[in-house]
């Protein structure tokens, strides 16, 4: 009876043994992060749509502060911690950039991600950039698409809730355009502040600059333009990098490129040219090549030091190879949601082209996730030698228990 008993522990004992594994190993699985989420072109169009209907957001201006603290309001409603970097200049005494952190495993090593939340209105080209108190734009396409769209990426990184391998700053800079031709300094005021005075300077950064996009790939030349001489079939989206072949335009305004600025910059390219043909970006529209014009925030990135890109699409006056009908909206009165549309043939092909852009961003996202997951992957592989040992201690358990109980069990027939 009493060896009866013991059988009867022993094989209690190896059962609460195996259910304690089999728990374990459970919550280790549940435990892997998985992406559920993705950012949506429709999304990023109503953001876009709520920036312009603050009106004229030039800086020092009602409607600029009301835009900014509507960011951040959604920024907050997403689950963010929000930081507002204000600062002043010559021209602007209620400047403020909002920014938001997600703490990666590297402090050291930030991928900042950037729109510019403002907007400037001038007289048409030939004049240029003349201001005057009629002139006002809605700046739907420069910057409420990279704004828009930057926002919507930050609902999309906080369902993920998991923690990159770098840490990833998202910023929506204020006075980024420049003032006009009366004006005493230039634009990208915000970037600068940033670069100047909140990277700490053990910091890596790598920049991407949301700036005018939407009018690119997929979405297609519409037939009055190809009327008008454009032989192109959809507008480009551009990436325009730190130069691996010619550094010209940066080292005309001061820049001394060391080898690691070039070395970062190959690294760039290859990473989102590498990046678009995992996507299936056909390499005719979605380009990436030489930055050698500057013209948006990424130039104090660069000129900084730091490796940049700038995501755009159609854009004016800036020609590039094989261009024949590059014609943006921007900085004009007619900068509107209607005229987005317009251009791109309807809502929903404003939508596609604001997608390309944040299918780049999401994924290099998510190939920094990857990484860290990589991590928790060898974690997951050591989980599963743990599982592979438990295994065999369960059936080492088991086997002697099985000899231990079946020695009792045949002394208790001898016995009896
Ligand atoms: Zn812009």
């Known amino acids: 009876m009493r060896n009866r008993m013991t059988l009867f522990i ?4 190896l059962l609460s043994f195996l259910q304690g594994s089999i728990g ?20 990023a169009y109503d953001n876009l749509v709520t920036m312009t209907q603050f009106g004229y957001r030039k800086i020092d201006t009602t409607a600029n502060e009301n835009s900014r603290n509507w960011i951040a309001t959604q920024l907050e409603s997403y689950g963010y911690q929000v930081e507002r970097q204000s600062f002043t200049t010559d021209e602007c005494d209620n400047c403020q950039n909002i920014v938001v952190t997600i703490n990666g495993t590297l402090e050291k090593d930030w991928i900042v991600v950037g729109a510019h939340h403002d907007a400037i209105c001038y007289s048409p080209p030939p004049l240029i950039g003349i201001t005057y108190p009629t002139c006002t734009s809605s700046g739907a396409y420069d910057d409420a698409t990279g704004s828009g769209a930057l926002l919507e990426l930050a609902r999309t990184f906080a ?57 690119n790939w997929p979405v297609e030349m519409p037939t009055a333009m190809q009327l008008t001489g454009c032989d192109e079939d959809y507008w480009t989206l551009y990436m325009f990098t730190s130069p691996v072949e010619d550094w010209s335009y940066y080292e005309d305004r001061g820049l001394e490129v060391t080898e690691e600025m070039e070395a970062n910059a190959v690294v760039l390219q290859s990473q989102l040219t590498e990046l678009n043909s995992n996507l299936s970006h056909p390499t005719d529209w979605v380009r990436v090549i030489d930055d050698t014009k ?16 700038w995501l755009r699409g159609q854009h004016q006056y800036a020609y590039e190879e094989g261009d024949t009908c590059e014609q943006t ?36 996202a998510l190939w920094d ?18 599982g592979v040992t ?20 045949r002394q208790e027939k001898e016995i009896f």
């Open 329 to 364: 909206p921007k900085h004009a009165q007619s900068d509107s949601v209607t005229t987005l549309n317009t251009m791109a043939g309807g809502r929903t092909n404003v939508e596609s082209g604001l997608q390309t852009g944040m299918d780049v961003i999401a994924t290099m």
């Open 159 to 215: 369902q993920w809730n998991i923690t990159p391998e770098h840490t990833w700053k998202l910023a929506w800079w204020d006075y980024e355009e420049w003032q006009g031709s009366g004006s005493s300094e230039g634009g990208g005021m915000g970037s600068l502040h940033f670069v100047e005075q909140q990277i700490p300077s053990d910091v890596n950064v790598t920049y991407l600059n949301l700036d005018m996009f939407a009018l």
């Open 10 to 13: 022993l094989f209690i004992f």
């Open 390 to 409: 438990s295994v065999i201690a369960i059936l080492g358990m088991l086997t002697i228990t099985t000899v231990f109980c079946l020695v009792i069990w």
């Open 294 to 309: 500057g013209n948006s925030d990424h130039y104090n990135f660069i000129m900084n030091g730091y490796a940049a890109t």
């Open 24 to 43: 374990n190993q459970i919550q280790n699985e549940s435990s892997a992060p998985e992406v559920t989420d993705w950012p949506e072109g429709s999304n």
């Open 369 to 386: 996730r990857n990484s860290t997951v990589d991590n928790s992957d060898e974690v997951i592989i050591a989980q599963g030698e743990e």
